[in-house]
């Protein structure tokens, strides 16, 4: 997708801080973090949204939680635990249509959530 934010992040156009990579996904620091780690995860294939995850789809949906729990257990975040989100369209608040997978963790967390 040319005008999709974390395509460009992908492809180099805009920097990020990329913390883990591989042939199906990449990881890089949120620019606005909501908690000592947060890292985004996404698929290096374009998907919009949740709803747009086809069954071809449901390795790379994994992959995404593995190096996703990968990193946080690196990062010594494994026993007191940590949160994974997606967010899908609206009411969620997704802002960024490139799947992506939250890694929030390194502070205690409310749930039900805002
Ligand atoms: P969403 O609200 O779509 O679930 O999450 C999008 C996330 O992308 C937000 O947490 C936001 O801070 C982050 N974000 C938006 N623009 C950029 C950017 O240019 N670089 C990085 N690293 N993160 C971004
Ligand atoms: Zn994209």
Redesign the pocket.
């Known amino acids: 997708m040319s005008n999709c934010?974390?395509c460009k992040?992908r492809d180099g156009q805009?920097p990020?801080?990329v913390v883990y990579r591989d042939d199906v996904c990449l990881g890089?620091?949120?620019?606005?973090?909501?908690a000592p780690t947060?890292v985004?995860f996404i698929p290096l294939k374009h998907i919009a949204t949740v709803n747009d995850i086809a069954m071809e789809d449901r390795e790379l949906v994994g992959h995404l939680y593995t190096a996703a729990a990968r990193l946080a257990r690196e990062r010594g975040h494994a026993d007191k635990g940590y949160r994974l989100?997606?967010?899908c369209n609206e009411d969620?608040?997704?802002?960024?249509?490139h799947l992506?997978l939250?890694l929030v963790a390194g502070r205690p967390m409310g749930w039900p959530p805002g």
């Open positions: 934010l974390f992040i805009i990020a801080k890089f620091e949120d620019i606005n973090p909501q947060h985004l989100v997606m967010n969620a608040g997704q802002t960024v249509f992506h939250h």
